[in-house]
Nanobody, 123 residues
Framework: VQLQASGGGLVQAGGSLRLSCAAS????????MAWHRQALGKERELVAR???????NYEDSVKGRFTISRDRAKNTVYLQMNSLKPDDTAVYYC??????????????????WGQGTKVTVSS
């Protein structure tokens, strides 16, 4: 299973961006998808997560500004980011937690990460 993230770029403070992350490959089920970010010199942190039941949770600093959503048919997760701040500058990574068929016909749990898309917010 591969994840392809896109949508990052340079934006002024107060602006908006929409990140997308599409999963490809053989997937039996998706339990949750999420966005994480890692700023320069800092640890990676969870930004937003959406479960298979469409339950969402957000990191405190992005509540009210970011919205995570899913397109089940496309196995794609989105992150709508509004009112962006310079502190949001980071590389954003998508994550998928799910299960898939193995070559032996069994089902295994897996976690995949996207390659990261850079978001830069200028002041």
């Amino acid at each position: 299973v591969q994840l392809q993230a896109s949508g990052g770029g340079l934006v002024q403070a107060g602006g908006s961006l929409r990140l997308s992350c599409a999963a490809s490959g053989t997937i039996f089920s998706i339990n949750a998808m999420a966005w994480h970010r890692q700023a320069l010199g800092k640890e990676r942190e969870l930004v937003a997560r959406i479960t298979n039941e469409d339950k969402t949770n957000y990191e405190d600093s992005v509540k009210g500004r970011f919205t995570i959503s899913r397109d089940r048919a496309k196995n794609t997760v989105y992150l709508q980011m509004n009112s962006l701040k310079p502190d949001d500058t980071a590389v954003y990574y998508c994550e998928l937690d799910g299960s898939r068929y193995t070559d032996w016909g069994t089902i295994e749990v897996f976690r995949s990460w996207g390659q990261g898309t850079k978001v830069t917010v200028s002041s």
